[in-house]
């Protein structure tokens, strides 16, 4: 009977291994339905509102889970010197890793770019999310990429430190408690 119960207990706990291992990496993901003109979007130097840039080829996925799972993938023509004159440049250069079915996004080949100087990281959109930026590089041989990454209020926000002024009011969750 010993034996029948460690079975189960093995073979329960492989199941839910894999599950979670599946969840993470494949399902809660879904493909970002490209909407031209708009997926792609840099702030200006004097901090108006956004800007399209000339982008192909894009393609992403998100998760509703994690304001953070965002990642994306596309072509340009336009430098990322081009785009320093006009765009405000950001100081994320440690990419996110995407999951590695999402094969256009290596975030170990950008950070190396962006480590060399072969590209630049630019702010795209500040509190898409509270608390999270959408950061967009480009690299010198055409290639850009965009993930979602914690700024300043994210990270306060979700380590348990007092917020402070500086940050905008959270939204309400509808929470009750």
Avoid at 67 to 82: G, L, M, Q
Avoid at 133 to 148: A, E, K, M, N
Wanted: proline fraction near 7%.
């Amino acid at each position: 009977m010993g034996k029948f119960l460690a079975l189960i207990l093995i073979v329960s706990a492989l199941a839910a291994g894999g599950a979670m291992y599946y969840f993470q990496i494949y399902g809660f993901y879904d493909t970002v339905k490209p909407q031209p003109g708009r997926d792609v979007m840099l702030m200006p130097l004097d901090g108006g509102a956004a800007q399209p840039i000339a982008y192909s080829d894009f393609e992403a996925i998100d998760a509703d889970s994690s304001p953070i799972r965002y990642r994306a993938c596309f072509r340009t023509k336009v430098s990322p010197d081009e785009l320093a004159q006009v765009f405000t440049l950001s100081d994320k250069v440690e990419p996110r890793n995407a999951p590695p079915w999402f094969e256009c996004f290596d975030a170990a080949a950008i950070g190396a770019q962006l480590a060399d100087g072969k590209a630049r990281s630019f702010l795209s959109a500040k509190n898409i999310s509270y608390g999270v930026d959408r950061i967009v590089t480009v690299t010198d041989d055409g290639f850009g990429y965009v993930w979602h990454e914690l700024n300043n209020c994210g990270h306060k926000a979700y380590d348990g430190t007092v917020v402070g002024e500086e940050c905008p009011p959270r939204p309400e969750t509808g929470d009750a408690g």
